[in-house]
Each structure stands twice: as C-alpha cells, then as structure tokens.
C-alpha cells in the first residue's frame, strides 16, 4: 500500500541513499553491536555474529528506517503530524521517532497485536487506534485518517526512506565483521531485507543473503513463488512481527528482496519456539519469534556450508511473558 501524497515514486534505492541514511539518522539512532556467539560458532564451525538490533530504545531495529522516514519530512508535513499501522515494532518505532521529535501521532493496529506491544506504545505517549484482524485493516483506517485529518503516513516496509534507513545495517555488518559471508535476515515486508541486501552486495556481491520466515503466512515467500503480490489470512504464529501483507500494489520492496536475497527459508513453529528457549538457556538472552528463526536456520543446520562468518540479525525482543513461559515450558536442553 504505497498512497504517498507527498512524494513521487523514485526509480530506485542506492547505495547512496543509505549512505545518506545513515548521516540523517546518527542523531537519534546508535550503532548496535554485533558480538560473536560461542556458542552457535562451536555448533556450526563458523564463526557466528550476532547483530544486536534488541539494544535500541524500542528493542527493536525499526527506529532505523522510521527515524530516516520522519526526518526527511518537510516541516509542514512535521506539523500536520504522522499516522502509521503495523504489528507493533514499526508502530513503536514511529511513537518514538515522533515523541522525541515533538511531533504528533497515531498508530492503528489490529486487535492481534500482542498486549506487551501495546502497552509500549502507550508508554510513548502515541495517539492509538484498534482496527480489526488484520494489518490490511489497520492500514485501511491510517489512510482514511489522511483523507480526513492530513496526516501523512509513515509506511512500514515499502518507502524508499524506511528501506534506506533500514539498509544502515548492512554498513554496520561491513564494518564489523571480518570475512563476512553469510547474512540471515527475517523476513517480512522485506524492508530489511531489501536494506540490508542493497548495502552489502554493492560492496560484495558473493555475500549470501538469506530470508527467513515462518512457515505458515509467509506472504514475500509466496508472492515470490506466485510472480505477484498475493495476500493470505494471518495465522497465529511466535513470528507475530513477520505477519502482515506486502501490499497487492508493492512499489520496491518485492523487486529488491527478487534481486538481493539469494534463498529463503521457512521456519516451522516448533523450531522458532526452541530457538528462542536456547538463546535464554545458553546467552541468557531473550529474543522474540521473529529473530528465532534465523536462529532455528543455523541449529537446523539449514544454511549450506562454506568459507568466512555467518550474521544473524537478531531484530527485535517484544515478546510477552507469556510466550517466554510457553517456550521454556516445552523445551528441553541439549
Ligand atoms: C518488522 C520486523 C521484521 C521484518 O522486517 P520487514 O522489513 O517487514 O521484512 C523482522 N523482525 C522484527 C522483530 C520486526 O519487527
């Protein structure tokens, strides 16, 4: 869904871009760390990055492309203030972005979205609005609010700014990692993915990209199998940030995940669930759904050998107590 008013559709997202991204953004956003894991380096003989995007303000790494987003904004549209609708880390990041901007807005979200989510976003002093089942219906309600109050939106995945900002990641890994050649990145709208994908294959192009998702829902996955933007129901999944469409009418982020990303892996839930019982057992270190599976590729064994060091992008840590209790509950170390 890509009704930007304000702007018109640029052709494409450099390398520059994220170069540029990454100037806007220092302000607010930090570098994160990424530190090796002995652990899943001892597992898979090579050694294994984590990228910690947990350690922003919102434990999450939207801060990134939402802070590109809202700074690039004129001071007119800062005024009229932002709206936003998302599974909650974009929404969050959004909040955070515009409370230390001083700008005002509202996110709309569906009623699936965890409570610990919600009560972050309160937290931030955002403006929220409940919308039905799904991300597409949250987003239905954020662009009724620009025909209605002049709100400008500030898209999840799909927007040149947000992919961009995203993108300053993958300059992060260059720097950071020593022979890097293997990057896992989960997967949803794929603005990570297209970021990050830009970044590091217009420095190298032998790095290996891949996306994970999970299994069930995985709408890039099967738009990519279909040729086309397709929808699917959401089904309920540990991976509650990897939910949402890609937009029937996606403008970049469906042609750049063709282009960067080099495999894609589907996650069962039971994997994702032990993945992230083994980062609390052996890191002490809690991760939502999402990051799990880039975890649950590497101890599945499912990303094919070969020389220089692995990077998972541990992307966000919202999850509720509750599912933290569920997964230790069924879990059993090894
Ligand atoms: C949004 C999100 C993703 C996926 O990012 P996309 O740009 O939508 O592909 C992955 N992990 C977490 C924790 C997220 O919040």
């Not at 932002?82 to 880390?89: H, K, L, P, V």
Request: aromatic share 4%.
């Amino acid at each position: 869904m890509n009704n930007n008013l304000t702007s018109s559709r640029q052709a494409e997202v450099t390398i520059r871009d994220i170069l540029e991204a990454r100037k806007r953004i220092g302000s607010l956003i930090k570098k994160t760390p990424a530190v090796e894991s002995f652990v899943l380096s001892e597992r898979t003989g090579r050694p294994v990055y984590l990228k910690l995007e947990t350690v922003h303000d919102t434990g999450a790494f939207k801060v990134r492309g939402a802070a590109n987003k809202i700074l690039s904004l004129s001071e007119e549209e800062k005024k009229r203030g932002i709206t936003t609708y998302s599974t909650g880390n974009h929404g969050m990041a959004v909040a955070f972005v515009a409370k230390k901007l001083g700008i005002e807005a509202t996110v709309c979200i569906s009623n699936r979205v965890p409570k610990a989510k919600v009560d972050s976003l309160k937290r931030l002093g955002a403006a929220i609005e409940f919308c039905g089942e799904s991300q597409d219906e949250a987003g239905e309600r954020c662009f009724a609010l620009v025909k209605e109050q002049g709100l400008t939106v500030i898209e999840p995945f799909d927007d040149p700014y947000i992919i961009a900002g995203q993108g300053t990641i993958g300059l992060e890994l260059l720097e950071d990692i020593p022979s890097l050649s293997d990057v896992i990145v989960p997967l949803s709208g794929g603005g990570l993915l297209s970021g990050i994908g830009m970044a590091l294959k217009s420095n190298d192009r032998s790095i290996r990209v891949t996306g994970v998702s999970m299994e069930e829902s995985a709408v890039m996955y099967e738009s990519l199998r279909a040729g086309k933007p397709i929808s699917l129901p959401e089904k309920d999944t540990l991976a509650d940030s990897l939910l949402g469409g890609i937009g029937l009418d996606n403008q970049y982020t469906f042609e750049m995940v063709k282009r960067y990303m080099d495999q894609v892996l589907l996650i069962p839930e039971e994997e994702i669930a032990y993945s992230m019982a083994f980062m609390m057992d052996h890191h002490r270190m809690i991760m939502e759904g999402a990051a799990g599976t880039g975890i649950a590729a590497l101890l599945g064994n499912k990303i094919e050998d070969q020389e220089g060091a692995i990077a998972v992008i541990i992307t966000g840590h919202n999850v509720d107590l509750s599912v933290i209790q569920h997964v230790l509950t069924s879990y059993s170390p090894s």
